[in-house]
Structures are given as C-alpha cells and as structure tokens.
C-alpha cells in the first residue's frame, strides 16, 4: 500500500491575537485539568462522572462551525501564530471559522501546559485546549480536533476488524498511578462512525503507545499490514480527516448534484477536497455502494448501502475524481 501524505500548507499570520482580559474561566488543577475533571485515551477531558467508556458526544458541534478562542496570558506571540496556523489547517478543509472570541458564552481557553489535551466538543462556558507541543503543528490540529467533536479512531465499533490490542503490552501504572487499558477501550453504539477505518487518520494512536514492554500496542491486521509503522502519524490530515470533518461541518466548496435516475450511474468531477456530492433522489439511491477514485474506472469502494443523499468524499483541489454507484 502506497502512503500520500496530503499536502500541507503554510500560512503567513500577520496580526497575533491578543488575550481576553476579563474571560471567565473555570478553575483548574495544577496539570491544567479543570477540576472536577480528568483524563481519558490519554489527552481526552472528561467530567468526573463520565462514565468508561462512553459514545461520542452526538449534539455538541460548534453552531456554524464558529469557534471563539482567546489565548492564555502564558502563551507567547509566537506560539499564538503557531497555533493559529494548526487551525487554517482544519479551516482548510471544512466550514470552520477559528475566531477571536467577542464575549461569545461557548469558547477555547487555549493555554501552555505540560501535557496536550482537550474535550471533546463543545462543552459549553470556557473549555481548556492545553498545548504542550508548540512546535509540532499537527498535534496542535489532533487536539483541536477533539474540540471540534472527533474521538480516537481506534475507538470505533468495527476497529476490531483492523487492528489488535495487545493488552499484555499496555502499561499497567502510567495513567494517573493505574492501568491504561481504557485508553484502548472501544466506543459503545460505534459513536457515530463515518466512512471506512481510516489507518492514516491523525486521530490514530501509534502502534508503541503506552507501551510496557517496548513492543506495539497495536497490530494491523492483515491484508492492511502496510500500515503497521505509519499508524500514529503527526504530520498530515488525512483524506479520511477531510472527509469527517467536512460531514460535520461542511465541505469548502459547493456541491456536485449527481442523478440517480439517469444511466449510467458513473461520471468524473473537477472535486475540491471535502466539497458534498448530492444525489438527486427523484429515483431511491438507497442500497447503492460508492466507488471514488483517481482512476477510472476507480477501485475504492468509500461508501457502502448509503442511506443518505449527500456524501463528502475525499479529495484534493484541481484533481479529477471518477465516481460510480453500484447496487
């Protein structure tokens, strides 16, 4: 198997955000953990009554994609433009818009810390981003990820048919004095998985983490054990990435109405990465598996017996895509 890292890009900031002065925010412990809080999957924060483990927070995206921030006083210039470049990132790619909070109720509070984690969706009130990696600009986008409502991909329902824990091997006192088994636990009720496992998502641990023993975690699965050192990878969102994060929020380009009443049910597009393509329903696409790809015709199946009427396929900007529905 072949890996395309995504092309990033750069951007040049050129106005650095200054810090609320009088922004209310909740307490927080020493780690930087509000209290009353504390850690899951190892930089996840949740409420001390959350129970382990629980689905996805299905109703808590941001309105609009709309995302007030305000930065710590203990963040400098200079790790304020840093991060501001991890969030073009996810602008990028889907309707997001990263702002300046102007007394919005529901914002970041984006600090300096010793450890990155944040929640999970918007919480409600200040939320804490804590940021320990400045200059890794991906890990900075995995943890604003989260804030924007993504979980772990090896926390899905089906991951079990990918990848193994090798729970013998996972470290047995590293998290908070216990067992980090629960770092691997899997989603109940699959938390509102979307398209197929996704190896080269940014959301994937790697195959060492919290490792005892020095040996991997995680094993892929065979046919997929290509992927084996690739999953963990900080350095790109994946095609995958796009594609959840412009079915949450919506893709950055318009739509492509493709008919299902006419045949052939196949063609090619000029697609946008993350733009929808929404089939014309006067004839039922229900039970219809999507083919994408740069080939044509193309061999990856991306959507199988599809219920909906919009999809948000992978893609690059300026590249030709072919695409097929099959029954």
């Given at each position: 198997?072949?890996?395309?890292?995504?092309?990033?890009?750069?951007?040049?900031?050129?106005?650095?955000?200054?810090?609320?002065?009088?922004?209310q925010v909740e307490p927080l412990?020493?780690?930087?953990?509000?209290?009353?809080?504390?850690?899951?999957?190892?930089?996840?924060?949740?409420?001390?009554?959350?129970?382990?483990?629980?689905?996805?927070?299905?109703?808590?995206?941001?309105?609009?994609?709309?995302?007030?921030?305000?930065?710590?006083?203990?963040?400098?210039?200079?790790?304020?433009?840093?991060?501001?470049?991890?969030?073009?990132?996810?602008?990028?790619?889907?309707?997001?818009?990263?702002?300046?909070?102007?007394?919005?109720?529901?914002?970041?509070?984006?600090?300096?810390?010793?450890?990155?984690?944040?929640?999970?969706?918007?919480?409600?009130?200040?939320?804490?981003?804590?940021?320990?990696?400045?200059?890794?600009?991906?890990?900075?986008?995995h943890e604003l990820a989260h804030?924007?409502?993504?979980?772990?991909?090896?926390?899905?329902?089906?991951?079990?048919?990918?990848?193994?824990?090798?729970?013998?091997?996972?470290?047995?006192?590293?998290?908070?004095?216990?067992?980090?088994?629960?770092?691997?636990?899997?989603?109940?009720?699959?938390?509102?998985?979307f398209g197929s496992y996704d190896?080269?998502?940014?959301?994937?641990?790697?195959?060492?983490?919290?490792?005892?023993?020095?040996?991997?975690?995680?094993?892929?699965?065979?046919?997929?054990?290509?992927?084996?050192?690739?999953?963990?990878?900080?350095?790109?969102?994946?095609?995958?990435?796009?594609?959840?994060?412009?079915?949450?929020?919506?893709?950055?380009?318009?739509?492509?109405?493709?008919?299902?009443?006419?045949?052939?049910?196949?063609?090619?597009?000029?697609?946008?990465?993350?733009?929808?393509?929404?089939?014309?329903?006067?004839?039922?696409?229900?039970?219809?598996?999507?083919?994408?790809?740069?080939?044509?015709?193309?061999?990856?199946?991306?959507?199988?017996?599809?219920?909906?009427?919009?999809?948000?396929?992978?893609?690059?900007?300026?590249?030709?895509?072919?695409?097929?529905?099959?029954?």
């Open positions: 198997m072949t890996h395309n890292p995504m092309q990033s890009f750069v951007y040049l900031v050129s106005i650095l955000v200054t810090v609320a002065a009088h922004a412990e020493a780690n930087g953990i509000p209290a009353g809080h504390f850690l899951i999957e190892g930089d996840i924060i949740v409420p001390e009554e959350h129970l382990l483990p629980r689905g996805t927070f299905a109703a808590n995206f941001w309105p609009s994609g709309i995302v007030p921030y305000v930065f710590d006083a203990n963040v400098s210039s200079t790790n304020q433009t840093l991060m501001l470049d991890a969030m073009a990132a996810w602008e990028e790619v889907a309707v997001i818009d990263f702002r300046p909070r102007l007394g919005d109720p529901n914002y970041l509070y984006i600090r300096a810390s010793s450890q990155n984690s944040s929640f999970v969706g918007m919480k409600g009130g200040s939320q804490v981003v804590n940021i320990f990696n400045w200059n890794f600009k991906f890990i900075m986008a804030a924007l409502g993504l979980w772990h991909e090896h926390s899905r329902a089906d991951r079990d048919q990918f990848v193994q824990i090798n729970y013998a091997n996972i470290c047995q006192n590293c998290c908070n004095g216990d067992s980090c088994d629960h770092n691997f636990n899997i989603r109940p009720g699959g938390g509102g998985e190896f080269d998502s940014l959301m994937h641990y790697g195959q060492f983490d919290f490792s005892e023993t020095g040996s991997p975690t995680i094993t892929v699965l065979p046919p997929n054990e290509s992927w084996q050192g690739a999953i963990g990878q900080r350095d790109h969102i994946s095609d995958g990435d796009i594609g959840t994060m412009a079915f949450l929020y919506g893709g950055c380009a318009s739509s492509t109405t493709l008919p299902v009443n006419q045949s052939p049910l196949n063609g090619s597009i000029n697609q946008s990465a993350g733009a929808p393509l929404v089939w014309n329903m006067v004839a039922d696409a229900t039970g219809y598996d999507v083919y994408w790809g740069t080939t044509n015709p193309p061999t990856t199946r991306i959507y199988y017996n599809i219920d909906r009427t919009d999809v948000y396929p992978p893609g690059q900007p300026g590249t030709t895509y072919y695409w097929f529905l099959n029954l």
